[in-house]
């Protein structure tokens, strides 16, 4: 898998972080914080992670659009004290590398987000969880009603980011 990126796709991937950086810690932070079982952050992030990862169609952007996210809170982390943030990162996109991988197995064609998002969500409760394990001496799993809500939230942004990625009906299957 080579990942060629153009400069264009650069600052398109760097755009798409820092608006979307903006909106879920700006914006919705003080808008919606939380929504019965989740929170619109779950939206507005699968709606960007979808919407330039169809556009891109490039292994790696995905967990690039991440590890930006993730380095442009460290200064606020840092500040709180935050140490372990660093890690929170790396648990962070080491699931992001194995959604990016099987969407690009299937050229980012958008039924493939269906059954690849499930895995990315519990993927990233399970590095969370691992993260925070030291810390509290347990497993703690959200119930059913918090990962469906997860789902249907994460699933309303891929839905969103496909139609605003301008893909036609052909390409849906």
């Known amino acids: 898998m080579k990942v060629k990126l ?5 600052f398109l991937i760097l755009g798409t972080t820092f608006a979307l950086f903006f909106v879920n810690n700006i914006l919705l932070g003080a808008i919606v914080p939380r929504l019965p079982g989740g929170s619109a952050t779950g939206i507005t992030s699968m709606l960007a992670v979808t919407w330039l990862s169809v556009k891109l169609k490039q292994f790696g952007v995905i967990p690039a659009l991440y590890f930006l996210y993730g380095l442009i809170g460290l200064p606020s982390h840092l ?68 990962f469906f809500m997860a789902l249907l939230l ?17 390409e849906l299957v």
């Open 154 to 170: 994460g699933y309303a942004g891929i839905g969103i980011g496909i139609v605003l990625s301008g893909i036609g009906k052909k």
């Open 79 to 146: 500040y709180a004290g935050d140490t372990s943030y660093f890690l929170a990162i790396l648990f962070l996109v080491i699931p992001a590398v194995i959604f990016d991988f099987f969407l690009n197995l299937k050229h980012y064609q958008p039924l493939h987000y269906l059954w690849a998002f499930p895995m990315f969500v519990i993927l990233v409760k399970a590095s969370m969880q691992f993260l925070s394990f030291p810390e509290t001496g347990m497993w703690i799993w959200p119930d059913l009603k918090v």
């Open 6 to 10: 153009a400069k264009r796709d650069i």
